[in-house]
């Protein structure tokens, strides 16, 4: 029996996978890969390794978490590396988490490999840094959807008051909610907000407004979308260095491993 690696492969961009997550690429004889994923990585695989896409849309899962847990328990007890590739950081809603607990389960050893979460990656790239000495001192990465059976009132509540700067992931569906639960729970209407298509890629989107404003302005936004709350967000009037179509901010595929 080997090791499983639940490796982050970062927000989008090739070259911001770790050294650590691409060797665990190169050497795995079976890869389970999410929809996320820079596609280019699975180049990266050695020859024969086999493939496994187990992406979810929010419509649809081509695999179920359950039958994904299945899978890495499975190949492991044939004796095989096994990465498990996923979008971002895998314990930042990655459910990294539960798969690791399945093969902790069966005692099946396994190594955590971190990856750069679009929370942070998405707004540096949009020149928004998520905290900043004069303008955010906290920050909060949510979920825009929740469990069923949670308070979300509570909830929301809770991080609206409590932080300055709020990161919300898988939120864009729900985004005229959030606003209202925004501003019921003290944000002024006036908050600046942004929302930010694929991150680091070359294909990367950004729309800035306020609460009021934003639900109008982003109308043509699409997941992935990372969404930031919070006075910092004005920052990237001047701090917005990524130029998504410019070859200078992005190395080829063929560098990484070069």
Not at 72 to 101: H, I, N, S
Not at 227 to 247: C, K, R, T, Y
């Amino acid at each position: 029996m080997t090791k499983v690696y639940i490796v982050g492969a970062g927000p989008g961009d090739i070259d911001l996978i770790t050294v650590k997550g691409l060797k665990a690429v190169q050497k795995a004889d079976v890869v389970l890969y999410d929809r996320l994923i820079n596609q280019d990585l699975l180049e990266e695989t050695k020859e024969g390794a086999e493939l496994v896409f187990c992406g979810k849309r929010p419509d649809h899962h081509a695999l179920s978490q359950s039958t994904i847990n299945h899978l890495l328990v499975k190949y492991a007890l044939q004796g095989k590396v096994v990465t498990r590739l996923k979008g971002g950081d895998p314990f930042v809603f990655g459910r990294g988490g539960e798969e690791a607990e399945a093969l902790a389960k069966r005692s099946i050893p396994f190594e955590i490999v971190p990856g750069i979460t679009s929370g942070t990656a998405a707004p540096a790239y949009a020149g928004i840094p998520v905290t900043h000495r004069d303008y955010s001192s906290s920050v909060a990465f949510i979920s825009g959807v929740s469990k069923p059976g949670t308070d979300e009132e509570a909830y929301w509540e809770r991080v609206v008051k409590s932080m300055d700067t709020l990161c919300i992931y898988m939120g864009v569906k729900r985004l005229p909610e959030i606003c209202d639960r925004l501003k019921n729970y003290g944000r002024s209407p006036d908050t600046p907000m942004a929302l930010i298509q694929n991150g680091t890629m070359s294909s990367q989107k950004m729309v800035k407004g306020t609460i009021d404003t934003i639900v109008e302005k982003s109308r043509f936004i699409e997941n992935p979308a990372m969404i930031v709350v919070g006075e910092v967000v004005e920052l990237s009037s001047h701090l917005q260095w990524f130029d998504p179509a410019g070859e200078d901010a992005r190395v080829s595929a063929e560098t990484i491993v070069g």
